[in-house]
């Protein structure tokens, strides 16, 4: 049995997966995602027919988001959950079908015309075995062959995964907006329409960069609302000897929940990865048992975890093959999902606090301090300082390297350039890629720190805002400013977050290890020649050409 899976940065040999996932990701699994996103395509098309004549469905609209999550990398590799999930994907398409016919009649007193897309008249089959049958028999056709229509598509596509995780997020705190609903229908309901041509889904990815801006916005919103504007603050890494709950991935509120169930408990708890950023907000590190942050980024999980003998958690992605050493206490939350992983449905962790008091004791083993807290508020706090560092010439040139780690040895090059960046420069920082070089002694110029922290890939909105403001104060335009943006990628979020800079017409992004593999050589030509978009090369030439030299 085969499979093709093209969409994040570990691909196999620069295509695409197809005897096994990288990631772990198993044919019978890829069926069922590619049967999922075949199902969200069909409930696309009725939901947009039916918004088109004014009738919205939410619980459509909040499973568009849920669907296409599930099928992010490294997010649910659980064949039975998935299963689950596309019986209400094919209940909701036929929702979505009978709101359109209704909707129709009533406007025009006859029958709705058939949909001629396939995905329309999706049928679904009983069993778990049937909907991977059909998974792979439907899943990754396509009703264009052209090759650079494909690619354009799968920019498509891979945007509106990432700007759902992020719309989900923003959901989870209570913000939600029509705009963005009405993209992802209209959106992936346009990938399935053989009329559309190359420059229309540039057009449709570019109107995914700017509506994702929107969702991150939410997202931002929602963040400081709940736990108010991030502070620099110091962490502690490591652990200390009492009982231990650790939390991966990116849901703020999540975590939020677990604090207060475990008040008083004497549990501490400790971020992991991309919830690092979380100590920051004033309203979760008012918990005094957020104790500190455990470990690397997410590819290290399965070599650190043994050494964190409490209970462990994951709320959104990176999830990989747990080690039997560590399965009996691992537990998966929201989208995440491990076959024979335990997972919390709803905001009840009575489970993961009971398995932590069982668990050992975490040894005594503080390590060092690190520095984290440096959304926009904290760092537009002290704009009048770095503007005037810019000014002086003791600040020369700001680095933004950010984007996702991955197990790839070629991912050294983001710490050697922040190991290289010259003492007189700043670098800003965002998401789990971070962990390759935030460990390390930066120093300060003049009182700012040279490596600011500013929060998880969510927080990219954050990046932006800092940007925009310094090409505000310098009275210029953000590619005009004496920074560089080199981003590390892997997986449909930071693809999304690009779609973003491009649409913002942000030029001369660097990114890595490798380039997309879903990008045609036209598609690669064009972004190179509107965009001026490259592939990172040593440190020393990327360094020489950021700096002008
Ligand atoms: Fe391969 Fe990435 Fe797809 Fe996993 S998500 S199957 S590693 S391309
Ligand atoms: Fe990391 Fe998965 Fe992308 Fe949120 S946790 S940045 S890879």
């Given at each position: ?38 199902g ?16 919205k ?43 359109y016919?209704?909707a ?7 029958h ?12 679904i ?16 056709k396509?009703q ?21 995780a ?9 913000k ?12 992936l ?6 009329a ?18 929107k ?11 709940h ?12 652990t200390?000897?009492?009982k231990?709950?650790?939390?991966s991935g ?10 207060k ?21 004033p309203?979760?590190?008012k ?39 560590y ?11 491990w ?45 009048d ?69 500013v ?35 892997y ?27 879903y ?26 050409a950021?700096?002008?030299?």
């Amino acid at each position: 049995m085969g499979m093709f899976c093209n969409q994040c940065e570990q691909a196999a040999k620069g295509v695409g997966c197809e005897i096994m996932g990288v990631c772990g990701k198993n044919p019978e699994v890829a069926a069922l995602q590619d049967l999922m996103l075949y199902g969200l395509k069909g409930l696309a098309i009725y939901a947009d027919k039916a918004r088109e004549l004014g009738v919205k469905d939410e619980a459509i609209d909040l499973f568009m988001l849920e669907g296409l999550f599930t099928t992010v990398t490294n997010v649910d590799f659980d064949p039975v959950s998935i299963a689950g999930k596309l019986r209400t994907c094919f209940d909701l398409k036929e929702k979505a079908k009978s709101l359109y016919e209704t909707a129709y009649r009533e406007k025009s007193g006859g029958h709705a015309p058939a949909v001629a897309a396939p995905p329309a008249s999706w049928v679904i089959a009983g069993d778990l075995e049937g909907l991977i049958k059909q998974g792979q028999e439907q899943g990754v056709k396509s009703q264009h062959s052209d090759p650079d229509i494909l690619s354009a598509i799968e920019i498509v596509v891979f945007g509106l995964k990432g700007m759902a995780a992020y719309a989900d997020h923003a959901h989870i705190l209570g913000k939600k907006d029509d705009e963005v609903f009405a993209l992802f229908h209209k959106a992936l309901a346009a990938t399935t329409d053989p009329a559309k041509g190359l420059m229309d889904f540039v057009g449709i990815a570019m109107e995914i960069g700017k509506i994702n801006i929107k969702v991150m916005g939410m997202l931002n919103e929602g963040h400081v609302e709940h736990y108010g504007h991030p502070v620099p603050t110091r962490v502690q890494i490591g652990t200390r000897k009492n009982k231990g709950i650790l939390v991966s991935g990116h849901d703020l509120r999540m975590l939020e929940e677990l604090l207060k169930q475990t008040a008083g408990k004497g549990i501490d708890v400790y971020t992991h990865g991309e919830m690092l950023p979380a100590h920051g907000y004033p309203g979760l590190k008012k918990y005094p048992h957020l104790y500190g942050n455990f470990g690397g980024a997410w590819q290290d999980q399965a070599k650190e975890f043994p050494h964190f003998p409490g209970a462990i958690i994951f709320n959104t992605n990176c999830i990989q093959r747990p080690a039997d050493s560590y399965k009996d206490r691992l537990f998966s939350w929201g989208q995440v999902g491990w076959p024979g992983i335990k997972h919390i449905a709803g905001w009840d962790f009575s489970e993961v606090i009971n398995k932590a008091l069982e668990c050992p004791d975490l040894p005594d083993a503080p390590e060092k301090e690190i520095l984290t807290g440096f959304g926009h508020n904290a760092v537009l706090g002290v704009a009048d300082k770095v503007i005037a560092g810019v000014k002086a010439g003791a600040i020369k040139h700001f680095f933004l390297i950010g984007g996702c780690d991955g197990a790839k040895p070629g991912r050294n090059y983001y710490t050697e350039l922040a190991e290289q960046v010259p003492n007189d420069c700043v670098i800003l920082t965002l998401a789990c890629g971070k962990y390759r070089f935030n460990k390390l002694e930066f120093g300060d110029i003049g009182g700012i720190p040279r490596l600011l922290d500013v929060g998880q890939c969510n927080d990219a909105y954050s990046a932006l805002q800092i940007a925009l403001a310094l090409a505000n104060a310098f009275n210029c335009g953000v590619n005009d400013l004496p920074l560089s943006i080199i981003l590390s990628w892997y997986e449909q979020k930071a693809h999304v977050i690009l779609l973003s800079l491009l649409h913002l017409g942000i030029k001369n992004i660097k990114i890595g290890p490798a380039l997309p593999a879903y990008l045609s050589p036209n598609v690669l030509n064009f972004l190179v020649e509107n965009f001026n978009i490259g592939q990172i090369t040593t440190v020393e030439a990327d360094l020489k050409a950021a700096l002008g030299q």
